[in-house]
């Protein structure tokens, strides 16, 4: 549990070494409004974060270069290369984390929307003793099983990044070097106490291209420029 008096040192992954098989390309990379994907979702993590660890292939690392980062922000950024698997990515960039970072954010760069309320209702619940907090937005389908059935949906939400960890907590769930498609889920399996937050509904990953406009179209309702 991190105590009031403790300094509070806060480090976030961006995972951004999808291939975008989806997507048809490196969607992280496609312009929104004037700044790419992932530049916009590191810029936001910079402005919660001491440092930033941005995770990139090797393939888009060497035809794009380094992302044009956080400019004017003092936050450090450090660039890695990532891995086959989400959760491989993660360990790449948890490796860059300095081991002074006592709560570390881990954030899709597919997520360029997240708002700053949702960095601070994530942050908020690590202050208060979470060894994990994922934020959540209601399930608003009907889901249905293959096999037959429908689950009720009132029980069910769907995970959003960014995600908050006790560092100790996440480097202990990531040095199983299990698989899944969050990291909380890490958490959770090896005993750690899961907290959730509301998410927003904006906070979409873009997926398809139809996101990528959906996305540009949210902010130009919000009246952003870069
Ligand atoms: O594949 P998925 O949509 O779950 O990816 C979520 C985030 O994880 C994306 O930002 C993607 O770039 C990243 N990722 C990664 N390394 C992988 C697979 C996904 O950094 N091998």
Redesign the pocket.
């Known amino acids: 549990m991190i105590a009031n008096d403790d300094v509070v040192d806060i480090w976030t992954i961006?995972?951004?070494?999808?291939?975008?098989s989806?997507f048809g390309g490196p969607?992280?990379f496609f312009d929104l409004r004037g700044e790419r994907v992932?530049d916009r979702?590191v810029r936001i993590a910079a402005a919660h974060s001491a440092g930033v660890v941005v995770?990139?292939?090797a393939e888009v690392l060497e035809e794009t270069g380094p992302s044009r980062l956080t400019p004017g922000s003092s936050t450090r950024v450090v660039v890695v290369v990532?891995?086959?698997?989400?959760s491989?990515?993660?360990r790449e960039g948890l490796a860059a984390v300095p081991a002074e970072a006592t709560v570390i954010l881990v954030h899709?760069?597919?997520?360029p929307l997240a708002t700053d309320e949702v960095y601070e209702r994530v942050l908020l619940a690590v202050a208060a003793g979470a060894d994990a907090v994922v934020p959540v937005v209601p399930v608003t389908d009907t889901i249905r099983r293959r096999s037959g059935g429908v689950v009720d949906r009132a029980d069910l939400v769907a995970i959003q990044?960014p995600q908050g960890f006790r560092a100790e907590a996440l480097r202990a769930a990531h040095a199983a070097a299990d698989d899944a498609?969050d990291d909380a889920t890490l958490v959770e399996a090896g005993g750690g106490r899961v907290v959730l937050v509301d998410g927003d509904s904006d906070n979409m990953?873009i997926?398809d291209p139809s996101d990528l406009e959906i996305a540009r179209l949210l902010l130009a309702r919000r009246g952003e420029t870069p």
């Open positions: 961006v995972v951004a070494a999808g291939s975008g989806r969607k992280q992932v979702s995770v990139l292939s990532g891995s086959d698997t989400r491989g990515s993660v899709d760069g597919a997520r990044t498609t990953k997926t």
